[in-house]
């Protein structure tokens, strides 16, 4: 690199810390006092006069802002209420056991009734075996519960299929409950 190149790159470098550093703001917007169009300062909700009622020409109405609840409707909900959502494997496996089918067809009704829903399936092992093979087989996991919601009836581009392996652990004791707690698939509604 020439001596002019190396001016050139200094000179930019330069140039974008100039332009970054004038960016740079040192107002903290939460000090900032809340003026109204007059110029008085307000530090509380403002009540703002209405226009005038019946019998009331002066009346001043409280216009804060109220928060709102809204239950989900149906179709809306992040998936069927009360349905498990995590799905427990043997060691070394990625068969489903019996005891799950009732939340996989719980999940596969709500996905075939709500064809904009998406779901993810998220496959987990416990801390035993190499990380290759734990990615591999936590997504034959998450592929096993994609499979056979699509068995019956859910559209694949519904259902995403990801592995985690061993990265994501919900208990990091070394026992075998905890091993048991980690061999799992989550579903995760989007």
Same mark, same amino acid.
């Given at each position: ?5 190396? #001016? ?72 069927? #209420?009360?349905?498990?959502?995590? #799905? ?7 068969? #489903? ?94």
């Amino acid at each position: 690199m020439n001596l002019l190149q190396r #001016i050139a790159k200094i000179l930019a470098t330069s140039v974008a810390v100039a332009i970054l550093a004038a960016c740079a703001s040192t107002v903290k917007l939460d000090d900032v006092p809340v003026v109204d169009a007059k110029g008085v300062g307000v530090s509380a909700p403002m009540a703002v006069p209405s226009t005038p009622a019946q019998g009331q020409p002066n009346a001043v109405v409280d216009r804060t802002v109220q928060p709102v609840t809204v239950a989900p409707a149906a179709s809306e909900a992040a998936g069927p #209420i009360g349905v498990a959502r995590v #799905i427990l494997f043997d060691y070394d496996s990625f068969s #489903i056991k019996a005891e799950y089918q009732n939340a996989i067809d719980a999940h596969a009704r709500f996905l075939t009734a709500n064809r904009g829903r998406r779901l993810a399936v998220e496959g987990h092992t416990d801390e035993r075996g190499g990380r290759e093979y734990n990615l591999a087989l936590g997504q034959n996991r998450a592929e096993a519960v994609r499979r056979a919601l699509a068995l019956l009836g859910v559209q694949d581009a519904q259902v995403e299929a990801v592995s985690f392996g061993e990265e994501k652990p919900v208990d990091t004791a070394n026992t075998e409950q905890a091993y048991a707690k980690n061999r799992r698939a989550e579903l995760t509604y989007r």
